[in-house]
Each structure stands twice: as structure tokens, then as C-alpha cells.
């Protein structure tokens, strides 16, 4: 076995930034991917697949970025089985320290037949031809047999084969649309791991996608029949009903290491930090009842539960809440808590690096929420700074509003909104009245409408509490098309009218931020 391979060490291959991106509406600018890039490089994993460079100038470019800010994992980026693909990948990783490129190509019937409309021989040579060109550009060449759960094993051993012999290091199985069965894909993994000359100097990995909810239990199976790296996500987002969660695979590798015997690079005080950074950067939000990272993973509500968990917390919970990060609802501050003790609590959540002018904006809103809110917890505190770092480029900002409302008419509301960045010297102050809209929401949407002067198209709407209790902030999370362009908004205070307006108004600056940034907004094309 190639000495780099170690029996009892899973590499951790974070693919939230490709794979996760794919998830509808997930979509992230570069400066939310390098942020997130930075969080999982805290996180540990070993390696993060930084995006796909062919599919935009936007995707190469966080690409390139990401290889030459991220240090510690291997930065990899994908490329289909073309010439044009792994020459782009190629030069997007050419910064990283240690670069990899990701080439598949599909081996399943219906995809060779139907999608590729090539013969089995061709794709072959497509594989090995892209592996090839790939290993000029770097010794770490990883190939993927795409849709390798509805492929006979037989082939898929012929292509890996033939991809060891031109110079891939890393093998990867996906089960592309999540078909299979946890011991079916655990035997295939053992198949492949007999049958394929060569094998035994590369690394096998599997990439399982969770379509019939088997993402993490199919990749546990591969793992136990020598697969020695797992392809995840944070939250276990992707396509469809997304890929096998991270954060899963590597609890149940930490809590169970009596079954497993196995160990991750991971430090998994980060897990619950990276969650919800993520959730925050795509507006994905995490199911409360998700393992490991649902806001009700370490809550317990039944009395007897509760009654145990106070005797003795291993009566009802197998983690340690604080191994995952997870803050839970402790009284941190109050009132009377000065600059520093916020800034303390603040660095013990991880915002070691916030500048003066953010600390200062974050201390202005704690004193804000003091007034109104009895008990201010850590999870008000990250919200608060969250908002204060979302509006903190911002060009609409809320200066004040009125609503007059009843049930006999509809709502009558004013807004008024400074705008920075639109000429020289001071902000524009913009103000605008609405008397119509299918409630105060509607209505000042309608308002902010007529001050922006573009065309929006709400399409999804979300409220949610950040804490429990009648005094709890209130987070929007909104999706919008502003001009055509899908754009994602957040919003965070206690009143959750004020929060809609504030998640309304991130949305219009990240639109901003994305001309300015783009020319225009990013055009996906998943050439797949
Ligand atoms: O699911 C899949 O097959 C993929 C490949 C590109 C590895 O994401
Ligand atoms: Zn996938």
C-alpha cells in the first residue's frame, strides 16, 4: 500500500463548495465561497473541492482565489473528461499548495447511451485521456466513475484499471442518483478493491448522494469494505436531496471509534460554527430534527428525558454537545456588560478578527437588544453579528418606517432609506409611501420597490426564531429575482417586520455588490 494511504485514517473530502453549490437556490458569490473556505480549512478537512472552473469565469476565478488564499488542505477542482475541463482546472489550482484535479466521466448505461451517446470504448479512452493530461498539471489526480451505483462492476473495474495505469491516485464511486443499497454499494466497493490491478496504491472513495435518504449509510458501507475517503457536505446539502452529510459521517466515526476503529482530521468543536455558516451564506436552513446539527439535536422535551439528562446527560445523549461546538442557550450577557466582555464572548465564538467598526456596529445592536430582549444568549449574539457583517457593505440601508394597519383596510406604510455609494459625498435619502399590498410585508416590499426603482419577484419567503421565547429575534430569510437575477436576503432583529425590510434590503446590496463585482450577475452553466 502506498505509504501516504493509512489504514485507519478516513480522508475527509469537503465537496459543500461544488457539489453543496449545485443545491437549487445555493448558489455563492466568490467572497461567500472564500469565506466558507476559510471555515472548513478551520474545520480540518483534508481536502475541498473548490468549484468547477469551466462551468463560469466566476467559478474559475474562486477557484484560483481559493488556491492561493486556503492553507493546509489539498484544493481541488472538477473537470469533466475533456480537454478544455482539465486544462481550466488545471490553471485554477496552479496557485494551491497542494492542488488535485477531480475528472469523471459516466460509466452507466443510460448515461453512455443516452447522455454521452458514446460506446463504452470511447469513454475508456476519454478516461484515461483526461487522466493523462491531468497528471501534467499535478501528481494528485482523482477519477470518478460517474453513476457508478448503476454500473456493472465489471466495467467500472475495467476504466479504474485502465485510469491507474495513465496515473490516477484517487478512485471514486458515486452513487450519482442515491439508487443504491447500503450493503449492495459496500460489496461493490469490496469488488472493486479485489478485482482491480493496482488498486492497492491508490486511494477508493465514495461519493454518495441521499435521493432514498441512504447518503451516509451507503458511504459508511464502503468505508467498512476499505474505502478510506468520504465525499460530504456540510448539511449534507447538493443536488437534489443533496450528498452524505459531513458532519454525520464524522460523528458516527468519533462516537462509535469502538465499532469503527477509524479516525478523521476533523475538529469537531468547528462542525456546529461551519453549519450554520453555510445555512447563513446559502439560506438553506437546516431541518431542526437533522443529526448532529438540528437546533433540537441535544434538546430534550419529554420529563422523564429531561429528568435523566439531569441526573446524568449520557442517559440521553451518546455526543457531548460541546464536541460538535454546539453553544446551546446559556445567559452569556446582559445589560450591564461593557466592550470588552462582548468582545471576549464574541472571540470565544470564533470573530477574532472583527474590526473596530463591526465590533462597534455589534456593540450598538447588543445594547439595542438588551432593551428589549430579558436574556441575550450566544445565539443572539452570533445573529447579531452575522447581520451587522451582512449589512456592513451595505448601499440601501433602513432609516425608519411607518405602518399604520387594521383589518378593515389594507396596510398604509412609509419608508424611509439611506443610499450610499450612488454619488459622491453624502447618502441619498429616499422615502416612499404604499397604501395597497396583501398585508405590511407586501406593502413595504412594495415601497422598497418604487425606492430601488427595480423589478422584484419575491419567490420564497422564510421566518424563523433565532432563540426560544416570546422575546426571541426574529430572522427572514428571502429569495428574490431583482432585474432577472436570482439573489438571497437575511434579515435578523426583534421585530420581525423590521427583520423582512432588513432581508429585503441585504438582498438589493447583494444584488449591488454582484453588478459591481460581475458587470452582471453570475450565468450558471452546468455543462453536465
Ligand atoms: O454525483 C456525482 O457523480 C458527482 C461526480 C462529479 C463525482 O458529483
Ligand atoms: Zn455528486
Redesign the pocket.
Known sequence: MNDSIHKNRIIIFDTTLR?GEQSPGASMNTKEKIEVAHQLARLGVDVMEAGFPITSPDDFEAVRTIAGEIEGPTICA?ARALEKDVTRAGEAIKPARRGRIHT?IATSPVHVEKKLRMTRAEVLKNAVEAVRLARTYTGDVEF?C??AGRTDWDYIVEVLAAVIEAGATTL?I?D?VGYTVPEQFGNCIKYIREKTPGIDQCVISV?C?NDLGMAVANSLAGIRNGARQAECTINGIGERAGNASLEEIVMMLKTRKDYWGLETGIRTEEIYRTSRLVSRITGIRVQPNKAVVGANAFAHEAGIHQAGVLRDRTTYEIMTPTHVGWLGESMVLGKHSGRNALRQRLESLGFASLSSEDMERAYTRFKQLCDVKKEVFDEDLLAIVEDEILQSTATYRLVDMEIQAGMAAPPRVRVKVAISGAGAGEDDIREAECAEGDGQVDALYKALGQIAGVDVKLLDYQIESVTAGRDAQGRVKVRMTIDGHEVKGMGIATDVIVASVQAYLNALNRHVLLQRLNGAAKEVTRGL
Do not use: Y
Open positions: 457539489d472538477l469523471f470518478s460517474e453513476d471514486n458515486p450519482t461519493h448522494h
